[in-house]
């Protein structure tokens, strides 16, 4: 079970629109729908923004969107606002019932 | 509202033996799967292991298989992972976390505790 490959970084200024790639093979991201992303700020436990792969819980932001084209999956920010800046992790359903996270995005909000 | 809190974690040595604990509210706690989720200190998340609401069929990373064991007490309303064999890479803060059906066939983490810190050092 290898990680999914993420970008170490990613930034963007306030109002502006950025992605974050989360890229595996196709025995995880490549063949199901179970991805989801999570938000973490410095110190503080994970939250979930994003579920199969574009699905968003109740109460998270609608300038959070997910996508997902072959074996990568992409989570997108519009709007951007400071709050915004954190670590971001994907993870996806790598089959056996295991799951595997990405290595994480930090966000940086210049 | 859903309140997850770890207890248990502790600096413990190489080869040594640690129970972590999660005690639910705020949700029918049998209802659901229930996992444990790591993170290194500086480092990213790694699932550790997952038991489903009944707590009848549970599962694992390779990293932990054979030397942890998770289990949960739905008349308590508490979850556990017993560590065994206890080696340096299992440093982290161990995270508690709510799944989203029964039988761990939803794949997410729809709601984290704030983690309790194991240090395996001598």
């Known amino acids: 079970q290898s990680a999914l490959t993420q970008p170490a970084s990613v930034s963007g200024s306030p109002g502006q629109s950025i992605t974050i790639s989360c890229t595996g093979t196709s025995s995880d991201v490549g063949s199901y729908n179970l991805l989801s992303w999570y938000q973490q700020h410095p110190g503080k436990a994970p939250k979930l923004m994003i579920y199969e792969v574009g699905e968003r819980p109740s109460g998270v932001s609608n300038r959070f969107s997910g996508s997902k084209s072959g074996n990568t999956a992409s989570l997108t920010i519009s709007g951007l606002q400071a709050e915004d800046e954190a670590d971001y992790y994907c993870?996806?359903?790598?089959?056996?019932?295991?799951?595997?996270f990405g290595g994480g995005t930090k966000l940086t909000v210049l | 509202e859903v309140q997850l809190l770890e207890s248990g974690g502790g600096l413990v040595q190489p080869g040594g033996s640690l129970r972590l604990s999660c005690a639910a509210s705020g949700f029918r706690f049998s209802s659901y799967a229930m996992s444990w989720v790591r993170q290194a200190p500086g480092k990213g998340l790694e699932w550790v292991s997952s038991?489903?609401?009944?707590?009848?069929?549970?599962y694992y990373a390779d990293s932990v298989k054979g030397r942890f064991a998770i289990s949960r007490d739905n008349s308590k309303n508490t979850l556990y992972l017993q560590m065994n064999s206890l080696r340096a890479e299992d440093t982290a803060v161990y995270y508690c976390a709510k799944c989203d059906d029964y039988v761990w066939g939803s794949y997410r983490f729809s709601y984290w505790g704030q983690g309790t810190l194991v240090t395996v050092s001598s």
């Open positions: 993870c996806s359903y790598a089959g056996s019932s295991t799951v595997v």
């Open positions: 038991v489903t609401g009944s707590g009848g069929y549970t």
